[in-house]
Structure formats: C-alpha cells, structure tokens
C-alpha cells in the first residue's frame, strides 16, 4: 500500500506541475532572469514566493477548508462557488485554454517547421484539441494519462533545457536593470496569475485523489498535500534554470525585447536549432496537458449544473469545439477577450487563498465576507479599466479613476489590498456584534 501511494503521489505531483505549467509560465522567468542580471538569486526567490509557493497554497487552501471548493466558498455565501466556477469557465472557454492552442500552433509547430503553409495551423488544431478531448474524456483518469503520458515528455524537454544551461552555458549572470530584483520578480511572477489555476483545479485532483480509494479526509490531504510538494520541486528547478538562462543573456539581449523572442534567441544560443526544437516541444506539451486538464475541470462543472443530464463526453465534446473555434481566430483576439475576466477573478481568488489557509486566524464569516465582497468589488472596476484598455468598451470615469488612484498601492496594482483588510475586520466586528453563526468547519465533518 505505501509503495502504491508513493506512486499516486508522484503521478499527482506530475499531472499537477503539468496543468500548471502553460505556455507563458516558459516565457516570464527568463524575463526577470535578464532583469535581475547578477542579483539572479533574489530574482529566483521572489519568483519562487509568488508564482509558485502562491499557487500551490490555492490548492492547499481548498483541500485545508474540506473536500472541494464549496467547502471553501460557503463561508462567503451558500452560491459563491457557482459564480467563480462561471466567471472560470468564460475564461477557459475564451481565455486561456484557446491561447494554449494558439500558442502551441503558432510557437511549438512553427518553431518545429517555420515554413508551413498557413493551413498547417488549423489543422494541428485540430489535432492537438482531438488529442486533449481524447484525454479530457476519460473523466476517471484524466489526472493520472497526464501525469503518466503527456507529462514525462514534457518534463524531460525541459529538464534538457535546463541541464544545458548549465552544461554549456552562455555566460555567467551578469548586469540587470532593476533596483530591487526579490521586488521585481516577486510582483512580475504574482502577475502571472496561477492562483486561480489552484482554485479552479483543486477538485479534479480531489476527485482523482478519491477515486483511488483514498476514502478519509486525512489520507486524502495526506497524498495531495505531498503531491502539491511534488509539483513545488519541479517547478522550482524549471523556473530557477530557465531564470538563470536568462540573468546569463544580459551581454547578448535587451531586457526590454519580446518575451517570447527573448526565450527563442536565449534557448537557440544553447545548442543551435536543435535547442529550439526542444523547446518547441515543451511549448507543445505544456498547452497541451494544461488544455486537458482544464477541458476536464469545466467539464465536470457542467456535469454538476445539469445534475449528470448530459453525458460527460458530450459535454467535454462541445467544450472543445467551442476553444477549437475560439483558439483558430489566433492569440491576439483570446487576450481582448479574456484580460477582463481574468482581472476580475484574480483578487478574489488570492483573498480566498489566504483566508483558506490561514483559516484558524479568520474569526468568523463575517471576515470572510468582509475581505471576499471588498476586494470583488474593487476588481468589477478593475476590469473595467481593462476592457476599456483593450477597446471593448469606450467609456470614461476620470472622477472613480482618480479616486482609485489615491489608494495606497494602487498604482503596483495592488488598489484592492487596503479596502480588503478593512473589508475584513469590518466583516468581522459586525458580524460579532449581531451574534451570527458560522459555517462549521467541513474538515471536523469529514476527519
């Protein structure tokens, strides 16, 4: 049984560095790595705090408050997760499961065969959305095809990148352009937004984790917790090389160039084109697993609305046809469309990270409320501002703009973190004062 385990754990562990890992999470480290030049180390640290010890405890959060993400957002309100989940599926549908495919056709394929005819795209595309369908609608092993097949290819892709960093490096860490390096990486890695990834993926691990007859609470945190430190590690050593890569480039690359361009001339100056064909192949793979892992989430919540009505494969069918359709009018369009959204859940979602984790210090669900309502109303004009930067919308609020911009760290993006503390205690005197009940604790129920 402990043998079985180990291998649970480290299958889990793989499937979920796999989802996490996406196309752009290749590009961001080798951008702070040219920034911090040769303060690199603290560059790799404040990348390590924020983009991955950060979403990795959005996992943690959901499976510290209970057995999936209700047991979490009830402390809000009875319907808040339904909500989330339909803020989530707008951005899958349109957001960031068609740039997976986009992007894997317009930077793997092509990084591959550069002189493909156009059509060459669509049809990849439809190769590449069949292969995740396929996987995506094995709802019971969807977890463990990713972390048993898809994953190893990606992993050994990046680990040879990361080996020849170091084997046959092209410099030392040199320069930089940033005052504070920990600061810069840590607010640039933040930005990536993978906390809500932890939210949103949570339960297909749950589920997987369940459906290998993990049947207590305890033994399910147990083999999750370990797998989410599984993930950790991958993640560090791919980030830290591919951050190191970059700090190495500072003679030969303007910190100030396209990222993805960045990262092509960066991994051809390794080992010539044969490097690029390996990464090529880790772009491929990384929106890959990340499309079926993400197929498979919202395909589940479809499932729940419809109370199993529709059978899962229809359903996994039809949400891949719509990214299909979505992902072949190119990047560009996806990130019009998906900015807006993605503004609008992340606040939310780290609040939520937080308040799950450090759950013994929240007093009651006033708190919750308090933190959670605040910070959701402050990112509603959020993303406004960003749909109105993308062109969707044309309407001006100079008086609300600049009264966002008196708050205390509004111009780090940060204009929702003072309202949401104040949310909180405020949340929690009230809710104190008028001698309300909480939700009880769902991990009493399930120990």
Not at 26 to 39: A, E, K, T
Not at 122 to 133: D, E, K, N, Q
Not at 272 to 296: E, H, P, Q, W, Y
């Amino acid at each position: 049984m402990k043998q079985s385990r180990t291998k649970d754990i480290f299958v889990l562990g793989f499937a979920m560095f796999a989802i996490f890992f996406g196309a752009g999470n290749l590009i961001f480290p080798p951008s702070i790595g040219i920034h911090s030049g040769g303060d690199v180390v603290w560059g790799i640290a404040g990348m390590t705090l924020t983009g991955i010890i950060f979403p990795m405890l959005a996992m943690y959060a959901v499976v510290n408050m209970g057995t999936d993400f209700y047991d979490l957002s009830c402390h809000i309100n009875s319907w808040w997760h339904q909500l989330y989940r339909v803020i989530g599926l707008f951005i899958v549908l349109f957001g960031t499961i068609p740039r997976c495919g986009a992007v894997a056709a317009e930077t793997g394929l092509r990084g591959i065969a550069p002189d493909l005819p156009d059509w060459a795209n669509v049809v990849f595309l439809v190769i590449f959305f069949a292969l995740s369908y396929f996987f995506a609608s094995n709802r019971s092993k969807v977890v463990d095809m990713i972390g048993t097949y898809a994953t190893p290819i990606l992993l050994v892709a990046l680990l040879i990148i990361v080996v020849m960093v170091f084997a046959i490096p092209i410099g030392t860490p040199t320069g930089g352009d940033v005052d504070n390096a920990f600061s810069y990486s840590m607010l640039t890695a933040y930005n990536t937004g993978d906390i809500p990834t932890g939210l949103i993926c949570a339960g297909v691990f749950l589920g997987s984790v369940k459906a290998k007859g993990y049947n207590t609470y305890k033994d399910q945190k147990f083999v999750l917790v370990r797998s989410i430190l599984v993930s950790l590690v991958i993640l560090f050593v791919v980030y830290g090389g591919l951050c190191w890569l970059g700090a190495c480039g500072t003679p030969y690359f303007d910190s100030g160039m396209d990222q993805t361009a960045l990262l092509n001339g960066l991994v051809e100056m390794l080992a010539g084109r044969a490097s690029l064909v390996i990464l090529a192949i880790a772009v491929i793979f990384a929106c890959f697993t990340t499309a079926s892992g993400m197929i498979a989430t919202v395909s589940d919540w479809i499932i729940d609305w419809t109370k199993g009505k529709i059978p899962y494969r229809i359903v996994a069918f039809v949400v891949t046809l719509i990214i299909f359709l979505v992902a072949a009018t190119g990047v560009s369009n996806v990130l019009v469309i998906s900015g807006p959204l993605f503004t609008l859940i992340f606040p939310m979602s780290v609040v939520m990270t937080v308040l799950g984790v450090c759950k013994k210090l929240v007093p009651n669900d006033g708190a919750w409320k308090g933190a959670v309502y605040v910070a959701s109303i402050i990112s509603i004009y959020d993303a406004f501002v960003t749909a109105r930067s993308n062109g969707l919308i044309s309407i001006e609020t100079e008086a609300l703009d600049n009264l966002i911009a008196m708050i205390p760290l509004s111009s780090y993006g940060f204009d929702w973190l003072i309202p949401t503390i104040i949310g909180f205690v405020v949340g929690a005197v009230i809710w104190k004062v008028l001698g309300k009940e909480s939700k009880p604790d769902a991990t009493l129920a399930s120990t």
